[in-house]
């Protein structure tokens, strides 16, 4: 499977998920800034992308969990540099370069790109 045709049925499975409109959806379009997803969406997200790559996301694989909670990880609103290692290693498939300029705790939803779910399934794949 090509890089263009995942990122098709990611574009699929947002528009259904999120009832945004195709062109809505481009690389780099933030599912939380652009997009609207909230937290609950999160979770229709990853099972409409399990059904239609026929692969299983364990909890916490697409999207972590209680990153921005853990004092050990946020300070004044800051996401330290423990954090953002934590976030790297928790997820390969997103590019940080931006969120390191300013690692505010409300920026950690832009993260989450079409971008970033693109790759985070060509390394599930394989390609």
């Known amino acids: 499977m090509t890089r263009d045709e995942i990122f098709g049925k990611i ?52 999207f972590p969990e209680n990153v921005a909670q853990d004092p050990k990880f946020v300070k004044d609103g800051k996401v330290t540099a423990e954090g953002i290692a934590a976030l790297k290693a928790r997820l390969p498939h ?13 920026k950690v939803g832009d993260l989450f790109t079409v971008e970033s779910m693109v790759t985070f399934v060509q390394n599930k794949l394989g390609r």
Do not use: M
């Open 11 to 62: 574009q699929t499975v947002l528009v259904d998920a999120l009832a945004v409109d195709a062109e809505e959806v481009t690389p780099g379009a933030s599912l939380v800034r652009d997009l609207g997803a909230e937290s609950i969406d999160f979770l229709d997200i990853v099972f409409k992308l399990e059904q239609a790559f026929g692969f299983k996301i364990a909890q916490g694989e697409l």
């Open 94 to 106: 997103v590019d940080f370069a931006k969120f390191e300029a300013n690692p505010a705790v409300t």
